[in-house]
């Protein structure tokens, strides 16, 4: 019988802000839950279902330039469908769409659609090779190509050197019926949301910025896992498409990461 109720997953993304013009802090606390629904019969490649919320609390920037509100809100509903075409191609797919605002201005462009196509070719047990594309729906960068290779060398290592998300991990330790891995990832960061301005004005804003972490992850056989990371983060600006200024550099940050998924 295939489960209804797939995962359960929380997670909180804190990075550092400060009192200059130019930092920015964010705590990112976020909720969701996977439902399956078998396609075709089929138990082994279900429609996964997953609505979720998040809130984005800013801090900063200081000053009056960045006119930011004081929270971000995310409410989505995902689709995900991951289909075996013969014994050596599967298709990952990917649907995203759902309100990105601070709900003080909702309009056509708080609506986001989101959307992945990725075709995997699988070699041999241990290799498959990764192509295809990441529809971001952002105002600075729609699209991005997804292309690169997993490769597990032994039970101990993953390499999942696929741009834009890269991660290696390695296990380390076992407890009972856990194992423990520690991970070094990357990661394109941020998001779109409209926004009002003080002057009552509507916006629509990306916040982007690229990131490299460095973490632990634990899972257990009853399907209980966790993880924990610190990264660096860099290269951050808030984009506006309305109201000046039109790009607002942000200082470079930490990220301290925590998640569950039951």
């Not at 960045?66 to 469908?81: C, E, G, I, R, S």
């Not at 190509?145 to 380390?172: E, M, Q, T």
């Not at 660096?232 to 607002?248: E, G, Q």
Request: charged content about 20%; cysteine-free; overall charge negative.
């Amino acid at each position: 019988m295939q489960r209804l109720l797939q995962q359960i997953d929380v997670e909180n993304t804190w990075l550092a802000g400060g009192n200059s013009d130019d930092d920015l802090g964010i705590d990112r606390l976020e909720l969701d839950a996977t439902l399956g629904f078998p396609i075709f019969n089929n138990p082994n490649t279900p429609l996964l279902v997953t609505p979720g919320f998040a809130f984005n609390w800013l801090s900063g920037p200081g000053g009056t330039k960045a006119d930011l509100p004081p929270v971000l809100y995310d409410a989505y509903l995902d689709f995900a469908w991951f289909p075996e075409l013969s014994d050596w191609f599967s298709v990952d797919l990917g649907f995203r769409t759902g309100v990105w605002s601070d709900f003080h201005e909702v309009n056509s462009h708080s609506v986001r659609f989101l959307g992945r196509a990725v075709g995997v070719m699988k070699f041999n047990p241990k290799f498959d090779f990764r192509l295809g594309v990441w529809y971001l729906d952002r105002n600075d960068v729609r699209l991005l190509p997804v292309v690169g290779a997993l490769w597990r060398p032994s039970p101990d290592w993953d390499i999942y050197a696929v741009f834009p998300n890269p991660k290696i991990r390695r296990r380390f330790y076992n407890l009972g019926s856990s194992q423990w891995w520690w991970y070094v990832a990357g990661e394109y960061g941020g998001g779109r949301w409209t926004i009002r301005r003080k002057n009552g004005a509507g916006d629509n804003i990306d916040i982007n910025d690229l990131r490299l972490n460095l973490g632990f992850e634990w899972e257990t056989q009853s399907q209980l896992r966790g993880h924990a990371e610190v990264g660096y983060v860099w290269d951050r600006k808030i984009l506006y498409t309305k109201n000046p200024p039109a790009s607002f550099g942000l200082t470079d940050t930490v990220m301290v990461r925590v998640g569950f998924d039951f």
